[in-house]
C-alpha cells in the first residue's frame, strides 16, 4: 500500500444551489431595494416571537434565527417582485449583509391557492429529508402573497458548525481584527484563510482550544476582504464560517454577478469533467501557472467521490469511503501532495465561480506545485451538479 507523505489542501464550496418548486410567476417586474449591511457579522440571531402557525414550520426547519428571517424576507421579495428566488452567490451576499456568518445556506418556497399549513409542513419535510445537517439546523421563514392570490412561504436554513463573536463590517486600512469563534460540533484544527482585494489567499495564525476559535489579522489594503474559517470535522475539512470586511471602503448595496476567470474556456468542452479542466487551467494561465495535465487515476477518484456526495446528499471530504488520504491509499497511489475541491451548484461554471470565490478552494487551483487534476460531476434530478476536482503533484 502506497503512503501519502503530505495531503494538507482540502476544500469544499460553498455553492450549493437553491431548492425550489416550479411556480408559474410572470417575468421580472421590479428590482428589490438596496441592500443595508449590519455593522458587524457574527451569531446567532435571537430570532422574533413566531406566530402560532411558524411554531411547527420551525419545529421541521430548525432554530428560528432572526438573520435568516431577514434574508427569506428578501428572498420573498424576490420571488413575488421578479419571479425568481435569489441566486445562490445573491443569496450569500445577502447573508453577509445581514450579519450572519455561516455557509451554504439553502432556500426553498412553495406557493399554491388555499394551502393550508398542514400542506405546506408536509411539502417542507421534503425538503428536509435531503437537508443534512451536522451541527444545529437554523431556519427563517417569510409569507407572502402573489398577485394572483396565491399564498408562498419561503424558506433560508443553515447547517451551523461554529459561532463566530461580531467582527466589523468596515476598517481602516492596515487596522487589526480580532476573530473570535466557538465550534459547535467536534473539530480536530481550524485555519483562518483570507483573500484581499489583490493577490492570492492567505493564511493567517489561528490557534483552537477546546470549542473556542481565535485569530488576529491586518486588512492591509483597501477594498473588500473575505475571512474563511475552515475547520477539521468528521467529514473533513470545510468552511464553517465566513465574513466580508471593507477596508477604507463602503459595502456594496447590490450583488453583481461576475465570471470568475476561466469560465469561458468551458465552451467547446467534450464533458463536464472536461469543462472543468478547462476552467482551471484558464484560471491558471491569469495568474501566470501552468497548465494542468487531466490523469484518468485522478478521474476515478473524483467520480467515485462525487457519486458518494451524491447518494450521502452532502458535500464532504469524509463521506462515503473515507477521507482524500485514504482513498488515494486505498488506490495505490503515491504523491507528494495533494488537494481537492468539492462543490455543488446549478451549472458547472457556477460550481468553478463558487471554489474561485472561496479563498481555500482558490489556493488549490492556483497552487504551484501541482501538476495533475481528476476531475468529475454527477448532474441530478432536481437540476444540481455534483463537483469533485483532485489535484496532486
Known amino acids: 500500500m502506497a503512503v501519502l507523505k503530505q495531503i494538507s489542501r482540502l476544500g469544499i464550496a460553498a455553492a450549493l444551489g437553491l431548492f425550489a418548486l416550479p411556480l408559474a410567476i410572470p417575468a421580472a ?14 451569531s446567532p ?12 414550520l420551525y419545529a421541521l426547519c430548525g432554530a428560528n434565527d432572526a438573520a435568516l428571517q431577514a434574508v427569506a424576507k428578501r428572498n420573498l421579495a424576490s420571488l413575488l417582485d421578479t419571479g425568481n428566488l435569489l441566486t445562490s452567490d445573491d443569496l450569500s451576499f445577502t447573508l453577509r449583509a445581514e450579519g450572519d456568518p455561516h455557509v451554504w445556506a439553502r432556500a426553498w418556497s412553495v406557493a399554491g391557492q388555499m394551502l393550508e399549513n398542514d ?14 445537517a451536522l451541527g444545529e439546523r437554523r431556519c427563517g421563514i417569510a409569507r407572502g402573497t402573489r398577485a394572483d392570490g396565491a399564498n ?34 467536534p473539530a ?7 483573500l484581499g482585494p489583490k493577490g492570492a489567499p492567505k493564511t493567517v495564525l489561528a490557534s483552537l482550544s477546546g470549542d473556542s476559535i481565535r485569530s488576529t489579522f491586518a486588512v492591509d489594503q483597501e477594498g473588500p476582504w473575505l475571512v474563511q474559517v475552515l475547520a477539521t470535522v468528521s467529514t473533513g475539512p470545510r468552511p464553517v464560517l465566513e465574513a466580508m470586511v471593507f477596508a477604507g471602503s463602503s459595502p456594496p448595496s447590490r450583488f453583481v454577478s461576475l465570471p470568475a476567470p476561466g469560465e469561458e474556456a468551458a465552451k467547446g468542452a467534450v464533458d463536464d469533467p472536461d469543462a472543468l479542466l478547462r476552467m482551471v487551467n484558464a484560471a491558471r494561465a491569469g495568474e501566470g501557472q501552468a497548465a494542468l495535465t487531466r490523469d484518468p487515476r485522478l478521474d476515478k477518484l473524483a467520480q467515485a467521490h462525487a457519486d458518494e456526495m451524491v447518494k450521502a ?61 481528476g476531475a468529475a460531476a454527477v448532474r441530478t434530478t432536481d437540476g444540481s451538479v455534483w463537483v469533485a476536482e483532485v489535484f496532486t503533484n
Open 29 to 42: 417586474r421590479a428590482e428589490l431595494p438596496p441592500l443595508r449591511w449590519k455593522t458587524s457579522t457574527g
Open 45 to 56: 440571531h435571537q430570532g422574533a416571537v413566531l406566530e402560532d402557525r411558524d411554531v411547527p
Open 119 to 132: 400542506d405546506i409542513a408536509r411539502r417542507m419535510k421534503g425538503w428536509i429529508s435531503g437537508f443534512t
Open 152 to 185: 408562498v412561504t419561503v424558506a433560508v436554513g443553515i447547517d451551523a458548525l461554529a459561532d463566530m463573536a461580531p467582527l466589523p463590517t468596515q476598517a481602516r486600512v492596515g487596522q487589526w481584527l480580532k476573530l473570535e469563534g466557538t465550534m459547535l460540533v
Open 188 to 194: 480536530s484544527s481550524v485555519k483562518v484563510i483570507l
Open 313 to 373: 446528499k452532502m458535500v464532504g471530504h469524509d463521506v462515503g469511503k473515507g477521507d482524500l488520504r485514504a482513498r488515494m491509499t486505498d488506490s495505490g497511489l503515491r504523491v507528494r501532495i495533494a488537494g481537492e475541491n468539492l462543490a455543488s451548484a446549478r451549472s458547472i461554471e457556477h460550481a468553478h465561480r463558487a471554489l474561485w470565490a472561496s479563498p481555500s478552494h482558490r489556493d488549490n487551483i492556483l497552487y504551484n506545485d501541482f501538476r495533475r487534476m
